[in-house]
């Protein structure tokens, strides 16, 4: 299996997938979410699903401490409300999201085993907001 990052943009829902798969580290992990965020049309305004179920690599802190500084500046607090998933069965991907929620301050975050939960929780949440 070949590692690599794949990104998938849901335009109508603004939600955005990235899908880790296989031994992919965090020194090729950040450069390749800034250049896609780079990409995204106001991608402060869009969701977030992290599905890390195939992802066998390393990212670590001063990974996700690099992507943070990059998208402080890139979002300047427009993302306020937002909603970010971890998709995961790793405990550690869960406890790192006290980490996470400190590096992305403006953003709902949270993790869950399935990709159906997670769907659903970023429904949920613009059901909410819509409300």
Not at 43 to 55: G, S, T, V
């Amino acid at each position: 299996m070949r590692s690599r990052l794949v990104f998938q943009t849901l335009p109508a829902e603004r939600v955005l997938i990235i899908r880790y798969i296989g031994d992919i580290g965090g020194d090729r992990v950040v450069p390749e979410v800034i250049q896609h965020l780079d990409a995204l049309e106001q991608p402060w305004a869009w969701d977030m699903i992290f599905d890390l179920r195939r992802h066998d690599g390393l990212v670590e802190v001063r990974h996700y401490e690099a992507v943070a500084a990059h998208w402080k500046s890139l979002a300047k607090g427009l993302d306020a409300g937002r909603r970010s998933v971890a998709v995961s069965s790793d405990p550690l991907v869960g406890a790192r999201m006290t980490i996470m929620d400190s590096l992305f301050p403006g953003r709902i975050m949270t993790s869950f085993q399935s990709m159906e939960a997670a769907r659903d929780w970023l429904r949920e949440g613009r059901a909410s907001a819509a409300a």
